[in-house]
């Protein structure tokens, strides 16, 4: 069976698999390559800005854990809903795939509102419980209070595009994000220095363009060329729908809203050990393992289509095949790319600043340590999605919880207990955690494979 128009949707019950992978994952590396360059735009421009540069940077990434909780909820809805919606359409089952489409976008909706009016009332409170000092607040402020008005856009564009890839119609969902991204490149320039507004205007630049991709994907799901349609008939909550969506998106969800909580622990704990710098250097660091994960991510969103289909299908040998190429492609990719920045990593930190020598010096000595271990990350991110493609929620959610909330977070404050320099043994948390949850995550995969596929479905 074939979704959507012969010419565009891709066969994922009889194409061959690395075709399809290339197909749909490539268009879909080529999104979140934009999608990396869409969230960290912002961060390379502010951080150019004469003079207040990396000032600015550190504010901006004090924002960092409320922007990452928006996308956390928007995968909770849309990663969770759409690998449903290819199950109930490899069954055969239409109409349960677009009301599980219906339930999604009431979802979306109201919990934007709901965060934009936390936010908006608790934001600046918030930013100093993050770590914010008096010469960072304001920075921190202005985007903020711009960039969560703007919640609803996000929300919609990050979390209905899942239901465009799930179909196979990865070009369009691609467009969706590079639409959005050459909108905020242009603009943000023309905001931040032509209109002298610095980090508002690198904010306003970021809601206008994820407003207009979410109108291209609101187009898209209500026109013609889709099967999972959004009408009005399906704009209702229901429970069968709503909660094996939750259930599913749980753990895409607490992998992103984990990631808030990591940034947090790092922004308070590098603080304590070295200032306004620290945290500067962080906002760097994590934004590299962004362009080191957020591609791996997309080949994962290729797969997922494949995987759940042919699940859905009782196609065994296809499942199998999809995630052994998944693995190679992804742990290679990762491998190749740890090697470049622990040769290079001084060129990576001038991608982000040039103007201040001590953050350069700072940040180029630490990224060797802060991504010593992220050549694993391909293995585990392979495995980890693939588990959430086979509806495995609760050991997809185990593996989200152990890297992050059982090693890292802890590892973040103990570490420093144990050395002498103390901003080293926070830098190392995260390597640590990556080696180690990469380890179980791949062994224990491999382990449960077999019997989930003996399952019945």
């Given at each position: 069976?074939?979704?959507?128009m012969?010419?565009?949707?891709?066969?994922?019950?009889?194409?061959?698999?690395?075709?399809?992978?290339?197909?749909?994952?490539?268009?879909?590396?080529?999104?979140?390559i934009?999608?990396?360059?869409?969230?960290?735009?912002?961060?390379?421009?502010?951080?150019?800005?004469?003079?207040?540069?990396?000032?600015?940077?550190?504010?901006?990434?004090?924002?960092?854990?409320?922007?990452?909780?928006?996308?956390?909820?928007?995968?909770?809805?849309?990663?969770?809903?759409?690998?449903?919606?290819?199950i109930y359409?490899?069954?055969?089952?239409?109409?349960?795939?677009?009301?599980?489409?219906?339930?999604?976008?009431?979802?979306?909706?109201?919990?934007a509102?709901?965060?934009?009016?936390?936010?908006?009332?608790?934001?600046?409170?918030?930013?100093?419980?993050?770590?914010?000092?008096?010469?960072?607040?304001s920075?921190?402020?202005?985007?903020?209070?711009?960039?969560?008005?703007?919640?609803?856009?996000?929300?919609?564009?990050?979390?209905?595009?899942?239901?465009?890839?799930?179909?196979?119609?990865s070009?369009?969902?691609?467009?969706?994000?590079?639409?959005?991204?050459?909108?905020?490149?242009?603009?943000?320039?023309?905001?931040i220095?032509?209109?002298?507004?610095?980090?508002?205007?690198?904010?306003l630049?970021?809601v206008?363009?994820q407003?207009?991709?979410?109108?291209?994907v609101?187009?898209?799901l209500?026109?013609?060329?889709?099967?999972?349609?959004?009408?009005?008939?399906?704009?209702?909550?229901?429970?069968?729908?709503?909660?094996?969506?939750?259930?599913?998106?749980?753990?895409?969800?607490?992998?992103?809203?984990?990631?808030?909580?990591?940034?947090?622990?790092y922004?308070?704990?590098?603080y304590?050990?070295?200032?306004?710098?620290?945290?500067?250097?962080?906002?760097?660091?994590?934004?590299?393992?962004?362009?080191?994960?957020?591609?791996?991510?997309?080949?994962?969103?290729?797969?997922?289509?494949?995987?759940?289909?042919?699940?859905?299908?009782?196609?065994?040998?296809?499942?199998?095949?999809a995630?052994y190429l998944?693995?190679?492609?992804?742990?290679?990719?990762?491998?190749?790319?740890?090697?470049?920045?622990?040769?290079?990593?001084?060129?990576f930190?001038?991608?982000?600043?040039?103007?201040?020598?001590?953050?350069?010096q700072?940040a180029?000595?630490a990224?060797?340590?802060?991504?010593?271990?992220?050549?694993?990350?391909?293995?585990?991110?392979?495995?980890?999605?693939?588990?959430?493609?086979?509806?495995?929620?609760?050991?997809?959610?185990?593996?989200?919880?152990?890297?992050?909330?059982?090693?890292m977070?802890?590892?973040?404050?103990?570490l420093?207990?144990?050395?002498?320099?103390?901003?080293?043994?926070?830098?190392?948390?995260?390597?640590?955690?990556?080696?180690?949850?990469?380890?179980?995550?791949?062994?224990?995969?491999?382990?449960?494979?077999?019997?989930?596929?003996?399952?019945?479905?």
């Amino acid at each position: 069976m074939a979704f959507g128009m012969k010419n565009q949707a891709a066969d994922l019950g009889k194409d061959p698999i690395w075709k399809l992978l290339l197909k749909l994952g490539f268009p879909a590396i080529l999104a979140q390559i934009v999608n990396m360059l869409y969230n960290i735009v912002d961060r390379i421009y502010i951080g150019h800005i004469k003079e207040t540069g990396a000032i600015a940077l550190t504010g901006v990434g004090l924002c960092l854990p409320m922007i990452l909780l928006v996308m956390a909820f928007s995968a909770l809805t849309g990663m969770g809903g759409a690998p449903k919606a290819a199950i109930y359409m490899g069954k055969g089952d239409l109409e349960s795939a677009r009301k599980t489409l219906g339930s999604c976008v009431v979802m979306l909706t109201a919990t934007a509102a709901v965060l934009t009016f936390v936010f908006l009332v608790f934001g600046k409170d918030l930013l100093y419980v993050f770590g914010a000092s008096s010469n960072t607040i304001s920075y921190a402020w202005s985007y903020l209070r711009i960039y969560v008005c703007g919640s609803i856009f996000v929300m919609i564009s990050l979390g209905l595009n899942s239901f465009i890839t799930t179909q196979g119609f990865s070009l369009v969902a691609m467009a969706t994000i590079l639409i959005g991204a050459a909108i905020n490149i242009i603009l943000d320039p023309v905001f931040i220095f032509g209109f002298g507004m610095g980090v508002s205007g690198a904010a306003l630049a970021t809601v206008i363009s994820q407003a207009i991709s979410a109108a291209w994907v609101l187009r898209f799901l209500r026109g013609t060329k889709t099967k999972l349609r959004i009408d009005r008939r399906y704009l209702q909550l229901k429970r069968e729908y709503a909660l094996p969506v939750l259930a599913l998106g749980l753990s895409p969800f607490v992998m992103q809203s984990t990631e808030s909580l990591i940034n947090i622990s790092y922004n308070t704990s590098l603080y304590k050990y070295g200032g306004d710098l620290a945290v500067s250097a962080i906002t760097i660091l994590s934004s590299v393992m962004q362009m080191v994960l957020l591609p791996i991510s997309g080949l994962a969103q290729g797969a997922q289509p494949i995987v759940s289909y042919n699940y859905g299908a009782g196609n065994n040998a296809r499942v199998k095949q999809a995630f052994y190429l998944l693995f190679a492609v992804s742990l290679g990719f990762a491998v190749t790319v740890w090697a470049v920045i622990m040769c290079f990593p001084g060129a990576f930190v001038r991608i982000f600043n040039s103007n201040s020598r001590e953050l350069y010096q700072m940040a180029s000595w630490a990224m060797r340590i802060f991504l010593a271990g992220t050549f694993a990350m391909g293995g585990q991110l392979a495995c980890q999605q693939t588990f959430l493609a086979l509806g495995q929620a609760k050991v997809s959610l185990f593996f989200a919880c152990f890297r992050k909330l059982i090693l890292m977070i802890p590892l973040i404050f103990v570490l420093p207990l144990f050395f002498e320099n103390k901003l080293l043994a926070v830098f190392l948390a995260e390597a640590v955690s990556d080696l180690m949850a990469a380890a179980a995550t791949i062994i224990t995969f491999l382990i449960l494979l077999p019997k989930i596929l003996k399952k019945e479905r």
